[in-house]
């Protein structure tokens, strides 16, 4: 099983920055897609971002539309770590978000998704 912790979230004015961290532990032998799905009130579960590897592969990071050029995914130097640096924020970026893993290269998919963090709430106000 995998445990996954996310920290982060907060409440910040609109066209602010936060930055959201989730570490990874337990049996993540074969977790290739680490990433960031969120959900606000009355909303399904949307995909944010995810970053993938495989050894002897590059990182494959992947964005969803609202968030692209805005939010950057990365992994901390244990690959069981990973990062969303979130920048200009909207009201529309509010939402609790969760930190996920997938046994799939490249997934958009929370189905795909086996493990998934307690979530941390995000707040951006005007």
């Known amino acids: 099983q995998v445990q996954l912790g996310e920290s982060g979230g907060g409440l910040v004015q609109a066209g602010g920055s936060l930055r959201l961290s989730c570490a990874a532990s337990g049996r993540t032998f074969s977790t290739y897609t680490m990433g960031w799905f969120r959900q606000a009130p009355g909303k399904e579960r949307e995909f944010v971002a995810t970053?993938?590897?495989?050894?002897?592969?590059?990182?494959?990071?992947d964005y969803s539309d609202p968030v692209k050029g805005r939010f950057t995914i990365s992994r901390g130097n244990a690959e069981t770590t990973v990062y969303l640096e979130m920048n200009s924020l909207k009201p529309e970026d509010t939402a609790v978000y969760y930190c996920?893993?997938?046994?799939?290269?490249?997934?958009?998919?929370?189905?795909?998704?086996?493990?998934w963090g307690q979530g941390t709430q995000v707040t951006v106000s005007s």
């Open positions: 996920a893993t997938s046994r799939n290269f490249r997934s958009r998919t929370s189905a795909d998704f086996g493990y």
């Open positions: 970053i993938s590897t495989s050894v002897g592969r590059p990182y494959y990071a």
